[in-house]
């Protein structure tokens, strides 16, 4: 038996998952950056996967986006066009907005406090981006994931919501970038109180129930050029 082959089968399912998942959130955050190449030897001994599952992981990252193959040179951190991440913005602004809207039409009290909790945590992590936003950055995007999702997460539609989950993982390392570029106090703190705006609106929109509100300023606000949404 190729002794590669048994350790996919040995690391089937979980480990092979759990090493995906690391090696995509990595990409994701920033953390690897857009072109770097990845070495199965390095993919294989950081993850603690064998190195049949470092190239099961890597190539299931090719269909995902994440990661490119390049024949006879292996495998790189993709990189994403101006073109690319403007549709991949302007995809999630409307089907964000779509699966709001059917969450308003579905809502429930738990719904409304999800929204509640998570924007209360988002707007702390914003209070933290002013004093030291290279350090709470992640935390920041993190915050901002779990409130966006909150407002879609009783759409009904998992398969509308794992798109949407997608979408914004897929351009997060950029979003972080957007923000620590800003090493100007007054730049980050002008941007972080229009998103924080923007927040205030939509949160408020959806508590109001109103669907036509909270479609239009989530549009605007995930379509904002600084792609910082």
Same mark, same amino acid.
């Not at 998992?158 to 970038?177: E, G, S, V, W």
């Given at each position: 038996?190729?002794?590669?082959?048994?350790?996919?089968?040995?690391?089937?399912?979980?480990?092979?998952?759990?090493?995906?998942?690391?090696?995509?959130?990595?990409?994701?955050?920033?953390?690897?950056?857009?072109?770097?190449?990845?070495?199965?030897?390095?993919?294989?001994?950081?993850?603690?996967?064998?190195?049949?599952?470092?190239?099961?992981?890597?190539?299931?990252?090719?269909?995902?986006g994440?990661?490119?193959?390049?024949?006879?040179?292996?495998?790189?951190?993709?990189?994403?066009?101006?073109?690319a991440?403007?549709?991949?913005?302007?995809?999630?602004? +409307?089907?964000?907005?779509? #699966?709001?809207?059917?969450?308003?039409? =579905?809502?429930?009290?738990?719904? /409304? $406090?999800? %929204?509640?909790?998570?924007?209360?945590?988002?707007?702390?992590?914003?209070?933290?981006?002013?004093?030291?936003?290279?350090?709470?950055?992640?935390?920041?995007?993190?915050?901002?994931?779990?409130?966006?999702?909150?407002?879609?997460?009783?759409?009904?539609?998992?398969?509308?919501?794992?798109?949407?989950?997608?979408?914004?993982?897929?351009?997060?390392?950029?979003?972080?970038?957007?923000?620590l570029?800003?090493?100007?106090?007054?730049?980050l703190?002008?941007?972080?109180?229009?998103?924080?705006?923007?927040h205030? +609106?939509?949160?408020?929109? #959806?508590?109001?129930?109103?669907?036509? =509100?909270?479609?239009?300023?989530? /549009? $605007?606000? %995930?379509?904002?050029?600084?792609?910082?949404?």
């Amino acid at each position: 038996m190729n002794p590669e082959s048994s350790g996919v089968e040995r690391e089937s399912g979980g480990v092979i998952h759990s090493a995906t998942d690391a090696l995509r959130d990595d990409i994701s955050a920033g953390r690897l950056s857009p072109g770097q190449k990845l070495k199965v030897t390095w993919v294989r001994e950081t993850y603690q996967i064998s190195a049949a599952s470092a190239r099961e992981a890597l190539s299931q990252l090719c269909g995902e986006g994440y990661v490119d193959a390049v024949e006879q040179r292996g495998f790189f951190v993709s990189d994403m066009t101006t073109e690319a991440l403007l549709d991949n913005t302007r995809l999630r602004a +409307e089907l964000e907005s779509l #699966a709001f809207r059917w969450s308003v039409e =579905r809502h429930s009290p738990e719904w /409304r $406090a999800g %929204i509640v909790s998570r924007h209360f945590l988002l707007k702390e992590a914003e209070s933290a981006m002013l004093e030291n936003p290279a350090q709470a950055v992640r935390n920041w995007d993190d915050r901002n994931r779990a409130f966006h999702m909150s407002l879609i997460t009783n759409a009904g539609s998992p398969a509308l919501i794992d798109l949407i989950r997608d979408l914004y993982d897929k351009t997060r390392r950029f979003r972080i970038h957007a923000y620590l570029r800003l090493t100007e106090t007054g730049a980050l703190e002008q941007r972080l109180r229009r998103s924080a705006a923007d927040h205030e +609106e939509i949160a408020e929109a #959806a508590l109001a129930l109103d669907a036509a =509100r909270g479609e239009r300023a989530l /549009r $605007a606000h %995930i379509n904002k050029p600084n792609g910082a949404s």
